[in-house]
């Protein structure tokens, strides 16, 4: 299971953070992908990176995104989060967390329960 | 950039067959995945690799992917399949979703 947390409001030019805690698997696994994807208000999906363990950590990002977006796995807590900076309005949207498991070749077989974030003043 | 293009709605009546089309540049060279989504809910996986179902879900659901286009079947159709429908692939480093389709039970 994968149980997302983080503010709901974020006002424009700040920091949205939010994290994806796991249960029945681990962030250091080496045959997953931890990944955040997010639904616009009118409905598309977007993928926005991910990060995942092969010996060592790698992280991907979407272009539309890459140079604003951080994602940190925390073994500690075995928990991934995001942290997307310099928000705008653009950016609000249901954020979700998702698995992708190595056998299932690139499909998301589990998602979190979606956080809404809405950037606004 | 890859883009998935499916039609913005599907009409079927109960016990029917529906057929969901998703269109992309030599998609059946990639692997192909679906996914339900109720309103308010987050998405479900109901096809990866093309054509396997995940564990729970109805055999009614199948796909298929050849050429330039994945097709998500849902044979007897039921109330509780009335849903938007999103295909996705990856290509380049990156996951791609297609446009979705609202699929309706009358």
């Known amino acids: 299971q994968l149980q997302q947390s983080g503010p709901g409001l974020v006002k424009p030019s700040q920091t949205l953070s939010l994290t994806c805690e796991i249960s029945g698997d681990s962030v250091s696994s080496n045959i997953v992908a931890w990944n955040w994807i997010r639904q616009s208000p009118s409905g598309g999906l977007e993928w926005l990176g991910r990060t995942y363990y092969r010996s060592k950590w790698y992280n991907d990002y979407a272009l539309s995104v890459k140079s604003r977006m951080t994602i940190n796995p925390d073994t500690s807590k075995n928990q991934f989060s995001l942290q997307l900076n310099s928000v705008t309005p653009e950016d609000t949207a249901v954020y979700y967390c998702?698995?992708?498991?190595?056998?299932?070749?690139?499909?998301?077989?589990?998602w979190g329960q979606g956080t809404m974030v809405t950037v606004s003043s | 950039s890859y883009e998935l293009t499916q039609p913005p709605s599907v009409s079927v009546s109960p016990g029917q067959t529906a057929g969901i089309a998703c269109s992309g540049d030599?998609?059946?060279?990639?692997?192909a995945s679906w996914y339900q989504q109720k309103p308010g809910q987050s998405p479900v996986l109901v096809i990866y690799q093309d054509s396997k179902r995940p564990s729970g879900v109805p055999e009614r659901f199948s796909g298929s992917n050849s050429g330039n286009t994945a097709t998500l079947t849902i044979s007897g159709t039921q109330a509780m399949d009335e849903a938007d429908y999103y295909c996705?692939?990856?290509?380049?480093?990156?996951?791609?979703f297609g446009t979705g389709t609202k699929v309706t039970v009358l």
């Open positions: 030599k998609l059946g060279d990639k692997y």
């Open positions: 998702a698995r992708v498991p190595d056998s299932s070749n690139n499909a998301f077989d589990i």
């Open positions: 996705q692939a990856w290509d380049s480093s990156t996951y791609v």
